[in-house]
């Protein structure tokens, strides 16, 4: 994350303050200057903030109501070409904060707007979530509207802002509790001529078959039924969780239905690994129906975690279709390797297939420190 947290950075932050003097001069600009010497070893989210703050704080000191200064003095700087990049989150989430405290219907929705004219020198989609949290309704009737804006960036915010479980981003506790809410916005944009926009789409539809899978298979079903030559690729990612956890459901949308299969291993190139090292395994797998099968083949790696317990990860192999009586031998090598995302530990750990969502094979190996 250092590389991360220097995308704000001292002279990021001098540069915002200039042209915010230049163009909003009502407004003494010394507090969002002065953070300029204060970011130190802080985090990117922890640098937000901290601008943020003294943005809120520079507009509160100035003449006039808070939030239409903001807005006034954001606006003015648009025309700026240097007004873009990372430290328009901070800009972006001082308009949220003070929009909010206003708690004029008239500024939440003129904040909302203001978001589609920020969001294309970088995305609104984090200081949309405390407006949709205040109001769920007003706020997601703004965003479906975006759905038909001519700026992908506009339309990749409507999906992008309204994920349940968006990284970096506050929980927003009604679009976990209220799935369908959001249903209207995809349903507009899944077949988006732009990729960067479908692939938000996908993203989202996997955010909400974390806590409500049989919707999500419902809308990718009710998409494939409407779809154009980019859909597939948008239902499959965002079934992709599902696949995984061997969703009878969105197997089977995909085309993966229970089959008449014979698997054979897995067979591993060593009982004991160190860390680091690679583990082999081979399987064969054969078709004993009557028909053609269409097959995704996953793996599930066991690991041992800290205190003992294990926790399942699943990887995956690739998909295939075999015909009656068709076998195939197939292998596969997975690193272990140490990781800031995943600490291997010491100790007994398992491998098994998943087969169209049937799990096989389950075969133990001892992970040991190098």
Same mark, same amino acid.
């Given at each position: 994350?250092?590389?991360?947290?220097?995308?704000?950075?001292?002279?990021?932050? #001098?540069?915002?303050?200039?042209?915010?003097?230049?163009?909003?001069?009502?407004?003494?600009? +010394?507090?969002?200057?002065?953070?300029?010497?204060l970011l130190g070893d802080l985090n990117l989210r922890a640098r937000t903030d901290l601008v943020a703050g003294a943005l809120v704080d520079d507009i509160r000191n100035s003449p006039g109501r808070a939030y239409p200064t903001a807005a006034a003095s954001?606006?003015?700087?648009?025309?700026?070409?240097?007004?873009?990049?990372?430290?328009?989150?901070?800009?972006? +989430?001082?308009?949220?904060?003070?929009?909010?405290?206003?708690?004029?219907?008239?500024?939440?929705?003129?904040?909302?707007?203001?978001?589609? +004219?920020?969001?294309?020198?970088?995305?609104?989609?984090?200081?949309?979530?405390?407006?949709?949290?205040?109001?769920?309704?007003?706020?997601?009737?703004?965003?479906?509207?975006?759905?038909?804006?001519?700026?992908?960036?506009?339309?990749?915010?409507?999906?992008?802002?309204?994920?349940?479980?968006?990284?970096?981003?506050?929980?927003?506790?009604?679009?976990?509790?209220?799935?369908?809410?959001?249903?209207?916005?995809?349903?507009?944009?899944?077949?988006?001529?732009?990729?960067?926009?479908?692939?938000?789409?996908?993203?989202?539809?996997?955010?909400?078959?974390?806590?409500?899978?049989?919707?999500?298979?419902?809308?990718?079903?009710?998409?494939?039924?409407?779809?154009?030559?980019?859909?597939?690729?948008?239902?499959?990612?965002?079934?992709?969780?599902?696949?995984?956890?061997?969703?009878?459901?969105?197997?089977?949308?995909?085309?993966?239905?229970?089959?008449?299969?014979?698997?054979?291993?897995?067979?591993?190139?060593?009982?004991?690994?160190?860390?680091?090292?690679?583990?082999?395994?081979?399987?064969?797998?054969?078709?004993?129906?009557?028909?053609?099968?269409?097959?995704?083949?996953?793996?599930?790696?066991?690991?041992?975690?800290?205190?003992?317990?294990?926790?399942? #990860?699943?990887?995956?192999?690739?998909?295939?279709?075999?015909?009656?009586?068709?076998?195939r031998s197939l292998s596969k090598r997975h690193a272990f390797r140490q990781m800031t995302t995943r600490v291997h530990h010491p100790g007994l750990h398992a491998l098994e297939l998943q087969v169209n969502g049937a799990l096989h094979g389950r075969t133990e190996f001892r992970l040991e420190a190098g």
């Amino acid at each position: 994350m250092g590389v991360m947290n220097e995308l704000i950075d001292a002279q990021a932050v #001098k540069t915002l303050a200039g042209i915010l003097t230049a163009v909003a001069p009502d407004v003494t600009w +010394e507090r969002t200057a002065a953070a300029a010497s204060l970011l130190g070893d802080l985090n990117l989210r922890a640098r937000t903030d901290l601008v943020a703050g003294a943005l809120v704080d520079d507009i509160r000191n100035s003449p006039g109501r808070a939030y239409p200064t903001a807005a006034a003095s954001f606006r003015a700087a648009l025309p700026v070409p240097e007004f873009t990049g990372w430290t328009l989150w901070p800009v972006s +989430e001082a308009a949220a904060t003070l929009c909010l405290e206003s708690g004029s219907s008239q500024d939440f929705d003129d904040a909302l707007a203001l978001l589609t +004219e920020l969001t294309p020198r970088l995305t609104g989609e984090f200081a949309i979530r405390p407006l949709i949290a205040r109001d769920p309704d007003r706020a997601l009737a703004a965003v479906l509207d975006w759905t038909s804006h001519p700026d992908e960036h506009v339309r990749r915010l409507a999906s992008e802002g309204t994920r349940p479980y968006l990284p970096w981003a506050v929980r927003v506790p009604a679009l976990v509790q209220r799935p369908e809410a959001t249903v209207p916005i995809l349903d507009a944009l899944y077949r988006d001529p732009s990729e960067y926009v479908r692939r938000s789409v996908a993203n989202h539809l996997n955010d909400v078959a974390r806590h409500a899978p049989d919707l999500v298979v419902a809308t990718a079903r009710k998409w494939l039924g409407a779809a154009d030559n980019n859909t597939g690729q948008v239902v499959r990612h965002g079934l992709r969780t599902l696949v995984k956890k061997g969703h009878a459901g969105a197997l089977e949308v995909l085309g993966f239905t229970p089959a008449s299969v014979v698997v054979t291993g897995p067979r591993l190139d060593r009982d004991v690994l160190t860390i680091p090292g690679e583990l082999t395994f081979s399987f064969e797998i054969s078709n004993t129906g009557a028909r053609d099968v269409r097959l995704a083949l996953d793996y599930v790696v066991h690991y041992q975690k800290a205190n003992g317990t294990q926790s399942a #990860k699943v990887f995956k192999i690739s998909t295939l279709t075999l015909a009656p009586g068709e076998s195939r031998s197939l292998s596969k090598r997975h690193a272990f390797r140490q990781m800031t995302t995943r600490v291997h530990h010491p100790g007994l750990h398992a491998l098994e297939l998943q087969v169209n969502g049937a799990l096989h094979g389950r075969t133990e190996f001892r992970l040991e420190a190098g």
